[in-house]
């Protein structure tokens, strides 16, 4: 399945899309990434914008997970997390 030019073709079913469905655009919509030829497939779950289809690849997060954690040598890549602590640590609530 192709879409006319000018337009994006989605995969997968979320955010009221449709799967195999035609939409306006020169990229893809958020909750999705580009795998290539105009194709967009979901992002995962906790990904708002991401580069590919891992927890570990969102490039922007939903406010039920603020935090973008990034990966070692990843550039913009990593994890949204309810805490911008690192691992062995917590948010004590101050802050700071």
């Known amino acids: 399945l192709t879409c006319d ?5 989605i995969l997968d079913s979320k955010f009221g899309y449709t799967s195999n469905m035609c939409i306006e655009g020169q990229g893809c ?6 795998s ?3 194709r967009c497939r979901q992002c995962h779950q ?3 914008r991401c580069g ?9 997060c939903f406010a039920d997970r603020p935090y973008l954690v990034l990966a070692d040598g990843s550039g913009e890549e ?4 309810k805490s911008n602590c690192s691992e062995r640590y917590y948010m004590d609530g101050n802050n700071s």
């Open 36 to 38: 290539g030829n105009g």
């Open 29 to 34: 919509p958020v909750g999705f990434y580009d």
């Open 52 to 60: 590919g289809p891992a927890n570990s690849q969102c490039m922007e």
């Open 5 to 9: 030019e000018g337009r994006v073709l």
């Open 78 to 81: 990593g994890e949204c997390t």
């Open 46 to 48: 906790d990904c708002k």
